[in-house]
């Protein structure tokens, strides 16, 4: 008879729910950590409703052995969505009743599409849990499997992931994502000042800031603009940021900023054959236009090119270079010029390849100096050679003094990684043996 009873008293509990759903306006908004605008339900609070969300609760407690224990009252104030992500985040929890959806339209899943979290497969303390079969959210805690959860209108809960009354079949979990720095683009200059943002506009989170470099900082740690001054030298500048929530939960970036020159990774070379084709790597007896490509955003002039010293230099034109190699392909090419904040300095240094010419196919290497890692590719010199995948092929690193560095025989395909951490800074030189043909290049380590 107590089943039957507990049964029939939550029968009319969920037709209440209902009738409630039907009736309750939409009275309210509130916004997600970014900004989006998120709809939240009045309450219906009554005492006779909430003493019996009390008795209900406590007897689901007995009936399924849950190792629940109560953290807060009955209520229909909030519910389990607005918990997990509004209320632990400094919300208030007076008539925020969060629904999954509102008219047929998404609404707690704005939290994580475009905003402030993103999916994870490690479950750490204080990330949220979505209960993706049964339409319920959740709180990690310091113990694993322990979550803490608003079970609807009944009370809030701490209990393992599936003692509850919703189903745990399928579970997302939920972190911050590395936060943006914005307006972190461009060449900042000596003395010149910069103001970064974050994405993040919820009050009450922590944003703490940090500079480094040839960066300093002005104004702003721990509010979400940051404004920071390039110093007299030229290179790089790093601003870091670590965003923190009220519950907890904590996520970092960072960036690099070209200080009163642009970054070595927004300006690139190109290289041309005398009559315009673009080729990846040099042959020997073989002119060249080298142009050096720049990204950034700062304007250069004054271009100073040095080549290596067994080349001939035919002309130079603004950000171009004509070379002969004569017997010597391949090799370091460095370029000064004077920058967007009228600094005249270095502002690129890179390693062209030399390959085997005159055969069907060629090697390159890049990126070209490498400091972690470099791919070797094979290609066909001409249209008319079809690359064999199937063709095992080898190849031999040797060193400065030419000691065998490494060797990898049986490989298959056009590319190969080369793992170069820890090696020492300097040039090694790389040779393949693809079907009868030796090709060869160097490989520059910094």
Known sequence: MKTNNYIFRNLIFILFLLLTAITANSQGTIQTPMGQTVSVRNN???????????????????????????????????????YAWNVVEGGSSSDKWLDQLVDGNSNLSKYWTNDAYTSTQYAADHEKVFYGADDHSAVTTATTGKVWSKWGWWGLYEHSTAQCPFSSASLTYYTLKSPSINNATGVVCTSSQRTVNNGFTASGWGYDWNAAGYLTQVSGDWTPNYT?????????????????????????????????????????????????????????????????????????????????????????SANMISVYTNSSPGGMVEVNATTCCSVYTKVKTDYLASGYCGGSYAMSLSPNPSNGEATLAIETTSEDVVFDENAEWEVEIFDQVQGLKEQTTKLKGKELKIKTTGWKTGIYFVRVKYKDEYLQGKLVVN
Request: charged share 10%.
């Open 44 to 82: 219906w609070d009554t005492a006779p409703l909430i003493a019996a969300w009390e008795s209900a609760a406590a007897q689901w407690i007995i009936d399924h052995t849950s190792d629940a224990q109560k953290k807060g009252p009955a209520t229909s104030h909030y519910n389990c969505h607005s």
């Open 228 to 316: 920071v001054s390039g110093t007299s030298g030229n290179g790089y500048g790093y601003v870091y940021l670590t965003v923190s929530s009220p519950s907890g939960m904590s996520a970092s970036s960072q960036i690099s900023v070209g200080v009163n020159m642009p970054k070595s990774e927004d300006l690139s070379y190109s290289l041309f054959t005398s009559d315009g084709t673009p080729v990846s790597y040099m042959c020997a007896n073989t002119h060249y236009h080298i142009f050096l490509n720049n990204s950034s955003g700062c304007s250069l002039s004054n271009y100073t090119w040095s080549v290596p010293a067994a080349w001939s230099i035919n002309y130079t």
